[in-house]
């Protein structure tokens, strides 16, 4: 447990956890249509599935989680990250039906990517082991990501860049290739997608002035699709000369 503490403490996995809270904070409210319209749509898909169990991937600080009607709704809630906040544990390791468990979404890309060094660093076999990773499978009634597809290689690639230099175009396809297998996860018929998947730029006038995709695969058509804009930054602080909003996509796949 320390190693990987270490290990996602000098990636950056959990000072951007607090970088998350920051920012909410920061935006002053600015969050809130977006996190209503995610917890909603979890609600909904909830009701018309009824599982007694359910697993959330990128539970984070349940920001975007209806955590209080899952554990209402159903007999056993797995959240699941990297690493949890600590408030979250405290607050909520008590109830019986609620269980944590620190997982690498990505099945072991994020070490293997830690353990990467520029002399030897090969980027078409780190592809390959990308594509062929094992796929973790899933027991619980409903598996939902929540605001997670996009976030999946932009800590390690930032990682992987600062140390390894990586180019923009390969920054591009270990997104591609961790996104494909992130979608494969996600099984059939029991699953919630909720992923921005296009940042916008506008000036101070707000007048449109740029976009940039960050999901670079196709997203998965799935059913009962709903989308809105996330007023994700305000205060030009994520992009120096622009306020970003985010596209958010939402279906049942």
């Known amino acids: 447990m320390i190693r990987k503490w270490i290990r996602n403490t000098r990636m950056g996995y959990i000072p951007s956890q607090s970088g998350i809270m920051r920012r909410m904070l ?3 409210g600015g969050w809130q249509s977006h996190l209503l319209k995610t917890s909603e749509y979890i609600q909904q898909a909830v009701k018309r599935q009824n599982p007694r169990s359910i697993r959330i991937l990128g539970s984070g600080w349940l920001l975007d989680v209806p955590i209080k009607y899952l554990m209402d709704n159903c007999e056993k809630v797995v959240l ?29 890309i994020v070490d293997h990517g830690y353990k990467q060094r520029k002399k030897s660093y090969n980027h078409e076999q780190f592809i390959k082991e990308i594509e062929n990773t094992h796929q973790m499978e899933f027991s619980e009634e409903m598996i939902i990501s929540v605001n997670l597809l996009s976030q999946l290689s932009i800590i390690l690639t ?19 290739a961790i996104q494909n297998r992130h979608i494969d996860l996600l099984p059939k018929g029991k699953s919630v997608l909720i992923a921005d998947y296009e940042e916008e730029y506008f000036n101070e006038d707000d007048r449109l002035i740029g976009s940039k995709p960050s999901v670079y695969i ?14 994700f930054d305000s205060k030009m602080m994520y992009r120096e000369d622009c306020k970003t909003i985010l596209r958010v996509a939402a279906v049942r796949l």
């Open 26 to 28: 920061r935006e002053e």
């Open 158 to 176: 930032d990682y992987l860049s600062k140390n390894l230099g990586l180019t923009n175009s390969q920054v591009i396809e270990i997104a591609k």
């Open 218 to 231: 196709p997203f998965p058509k799935g059913e009962e699709r709903r989308e809105w804009r996330w007023s």
């Open 80 to 108: 699941t990250d990297i690493a949890h906040p600590n408030q979250i544990i405290n607050k909520y390791s008590k109830f019986k039906n609620i269980e944590f468990e620190p997982l690498d979404i990505t099945n072991g």
